[in-house]
């Protein structure tokens, strides 16, 4: 597994292949003249209104999955706990369980994913621009 990663404006580490949300999710629709910004200029809570999703659905309709659509964009954490078996927790309405402390942290829940195979992957990092994140190597 191989990821790319980017920070927040509120630090929170992502995973995204682009340096922007332009191609891959619906920034156009959701924060418009802002689908060229970076992804740093935005705070997690604000991608967590992105759909990263459904433009692969449009795009590749032979491959497309209904289960795509409305996803939510990948924070780091997300990533190991998924490689350990679990998955996001999610509100009855399917929106994401975590909280925010007064520090401005956000603490993210997840649980047992009951289709877990019980295989787990190696995880290679890059950061692709490591100027840019100088306090994480």
Known sequence: MELDVHRTKDSVLVIMHDKTFKRTTNVAEVFPGREGDPIGTFTWEEIMQ????????????????????????????????????????????????????ETGNYHFEYEADPADNGHRPGVYIEFK?????????
């Open 50 to 101: 992105l759909d990263n999703g459904s433009a692969f659905n449009k795009k590749n309709p032979d491959q497309a999955r209904q289960s795509f659509e409305g996803q939510n964009v990948l924070t780091f954490e997300d990533v190991f706990r998924i490689a350990e078996g679990k998955r996001i927790k999610r509100n009855p309405d399917g929106s994401r369980v975590f909280t925010k402390d």
């Open 129 to 137: 621009i490591p100027d840019e994140y100088p306090l994480i190597e």
